[in-house]
């Protein structure tokens, strides 16, 4: 099939590749003419495991091309899928739609023919529908123009595994020709996987995305609720953790006590969900999500406050060797990053802050750039009184801490992403876990 992906970025870079991977012809298209360079001479333009191989073989067998005309995509595509962003809006805990509505504008008009646009990105709920008249009213085809909405659940880092098997695909449609149209797009995936295919209205599927990040986020903010209160009782919350993990209907993943989430989805989506339930006259429904919010960024300040009082009261002159920039490992995403969020604070502070990261430290100079960054861990953590792992990246688990402890000035480590190796409790040893 001829396939199109509006939006080249994390989630669309990938959709086009794996698209073109499992044998349909692709043309990707973005504003960004610095990607769209990048991805058409097959690199991938951000840190994305697995991506380089299925970006280049394609761009090679002539399967996928970039562009950054929506003419030439209106021309060109069956399936048109939308993967532009969806911020929160400046000023409100809204998603800023303004990349949608203005895709579909440029898009609607090239119309001709018979033709499926079908959402991927995170969107309020009830944003299908309004698109759905958008591109009617502005497409020559008229009612041949539909919308449909299937929404995407892939994990930076494990992007590329999770388009090519994922563990379910949500189609929200108005038609049974939009559902048979999406299901001969998937095919390949689901006669090798046998994919639970969920096909049901268009508010109901927009609704399950942001319903699975809201259960996300709540549980990660339960985690480190309960983690609260195991510091002022002396309990063992990766104890509880993994006690509660092993019930069947708890099940342990998301349930790691540490720095709480962030990245571009889960902070971002839960305020929109609020938002959304707020203008539909329902905003008590999602009160809950404002405390999931609240013991998330709580941890952030708590990482920074655990940090002072290890370093005897405050920060000044005093070198923190932070590792980790990314919101999470294995992945160069910046956006809402807690790790970055805790080295900017305590450089402000008044601290000597040396960042390190395996991917990231581009977008983070970026994003923070009066923080010092290094490649290398052993120079970010010279004459370091304090450590802080920020970002689970597996190189920091495999660091050796003695060869380490010759290197700092105090062999003092805050583990905030409760994840390297200790071999006696944290407490004996001088280092402390962010429970
Ligand atoms: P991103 O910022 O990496 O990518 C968005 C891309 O859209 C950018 O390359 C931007 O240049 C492009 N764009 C903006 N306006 C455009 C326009 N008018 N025409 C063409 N391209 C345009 O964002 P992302 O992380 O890929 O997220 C995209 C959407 O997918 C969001 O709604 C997000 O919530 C959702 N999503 C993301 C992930 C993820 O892990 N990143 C997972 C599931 C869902």
Not at 148 to 159: C, M, T, V
Not at 191 to 219: C, H, M, R
Not at 335 to 356: C, E, F, Y
Request: proline share 5%; charged share 25%.
């Amino acid at each position: 099939m001829r396939i199109t992906v509006i939006g080249t970025g994390y989630l669309g870079a990938v959709h086009a590749a794996c698209m073109a991977e499992i044998g349909h012809e692709v043309l990707g298209v973005d504003v960004d003419t610095a990607k769209i360079e990048a991805l058409a001479a097959g690199r991938p333009p951000f840190h994305e495991p697995g991506l380089g191989e299925v970006l280049s073989r394609n761009v090679e067998r002539g399967r996928l091309r970039f562009a950054t005309s929506l003419a030439e995509a209106a021309e060109f595509g069956d399936v048109h899928f939308l993967c532009v962003g969806t911020p929160q809006k400046p000023g409100s805990n809204a998603a800023d739609l303004r990349h949608v509505d203005a895709v579909i504008d440029g898009l609607a008009p090239h119309l001709h023919r018979e033709t499926l646009v079908a959402g991927k990105s995170t969107v309020p709920v009830g944003t299908a529908a309004r698109l759905t008249a958008r591109v009617r009213e502005a497409a020559p085809v008229g009612a041949g123009a539909e919308l449909a909405w299937n929404p995407e659940f892939l994990r930076e880092g494990f992007a590329v595994q999770d388009t090519l098997h994922p563990d379910r695909l949500v189609v929200g449609v108005a038609s049974a020709s939009a559902d048979d149209l999406l299901r001969a797009v998937y095919a390949p995936i689901l006669e090798a996987d046998g994919t639970p295919w969920i096909s049901t209205d268009l508010a109901t599927a927009e609704l399950v995305k942001v319903s699975a990040n809201a259960f996300l986020a709540t549980k990660i903010s339960f985690i480190n609720a309960i983690a609260d209160i195991c510091e002022v009782t002396g309990g063992d919350v990766t104890t509880v953790a993994k006690a509660i993990g092993y019930d069947a209907r708890i099940g342990p993943r998301f349930l790691s006590a540490g720095l709480g989430f962030g990245g571009g989805c889960l902070p971002k989506d839960i305020r929109a969900f609020m938002a959304r339930a707020q203008e539909l006259g329902v905003h008590d429904a999602l009160g809950f999500l404002r405390e999931v919010d609240e013991i998330n960024m709580r941890r952030r300040r708590r990482t920074v406050d655990l940090a002072r009082d290890l370093i005897g009261g405050s920060f000044l002159g005093r070198n923190v060797a932070v590792l980790g920039a990314a919101f999470k490992p294995d992945s160069d995403d910046v956006r809402d990053s807690p790790a970055l969020n805790v080295a900017a604070t305590i450089r402000l502070q008044g601290g000597q802050v040396r960042v390190h990261d395996p991917a990231a430290i581009d977008n983070a100079r970026a994003a923070f750039p009066t923080l010092e960054y290094t490649l290398d861990v052993e120079k970010a953590c010279e004459q370091a009184d304090l450590v802080l792992h920020l970002t689970e990246w597996q190189e920091y688990l495999d660091l050796d801490p003695a060869a380490l402890a010759g290197i700092v000035r105090s062999t003092k480590v805050i583990d905030a992403r409760n994840a390297l190796p200790t071999r006696q409790r944290p407490a004996h040893r001088g280092s402390r876990r962010l429970r």
